[in-house]
């Protein structure tokens, strides 16, 4: 029998990520960040919800 105690602690991450993802984008449109500091946090960002899908699979 599958354990699903460790992926319940996933199940809101992902849609936290995709959230700071989008504020990311947001204050750089509104001039709060550079475009060197986007072009360095989104790839993270988007690799961590890629990572956190990948558990929540298992």
């Known amino acids: 029998m599958r354990n699903n105690s460790s992926s319940n602690g ?3 991450l992902t849609p936290i990520l995709i ?3 989008a504020l990311l984008f947001l204050l750089e449109a509104m001039n709060l960040l550079t475009h060197a500091v986007v072009a ?3 790839p993270i960002l988007f690799g961590l919800i ?3 899908k990948l558990e929540e699979a298992k």
Do not use: T
Request: proline residues 0%.
């Open 40 to 42: 360095v946090v989104w």
């Open 50 to 52: 890629g990572l956190v």
């Open 19 to 21: 959230v700071l993802l």
């Open 10 to 12: 996933f199940r809101h």
